[in-house]
């Protein structure tokens, strides 16, 4: 049974760091691009980062870029999201999702194959 378990959220001030993990167990990922989404209370849920198994490719949604680091530990299946300088409107539950296609696709799609459960991050003002 595939799991993304993700872990790491919590409650901070503007300016401050959190880095997520997203472990992931039950196949091969080897072939597959893993990343993150968002969603804010009554929003949609929006792309942020991927990236591809090796680390080579990464992605961004721009409202991040700069800000957020995505990177990838092979040995122990898990994705990590360095979140630096965070802002009020970070503030959602994030996701972790995997999927065969290519991280660069994922901005406008929501269809990823696999989904985590997700980890609350609140940032105060």
């Known amino acids: 049974q595939v799991q993304l378990v993700e872990s790491g959220g919590g409650l901070v001030q503007a300016g401050d760091s959190l880095r997520l993990s997203c472990a992931a167990s039950g196949r091969t990922f080897r072939s597959y691009a893993l990343g993150w989404f968002r969603q804010a209370p009554g929003e949609e849920r929006e792309f942020v980062a991927a990236i591809n198994w090796s680390g080579s490719r990464v992605y961004y949604v721009d409202s991040v870029k700069g800000r957020f680091t995505i990177s990838i530990d092979n040995a122990k299946n898990t994705v990590f999201l360095q979140m630096n300088s965070l802002k009020p409107e970070d503030t959602a539950v994030y996701y972790c999702?995997?999927?065969?296609?290519?991280?660069?696709?994922?901005?406008?799609?929501?269809?990823?194959?696999?989904w985590g459960k997700g980890t609350l991050v609140t940032v105060s003002s």
């Open positions: 999702a995997a999927d065969a296609s290519s991280g660069s696709t994922w901005e406008k799609r929501y269809d990823m194959k696999y």
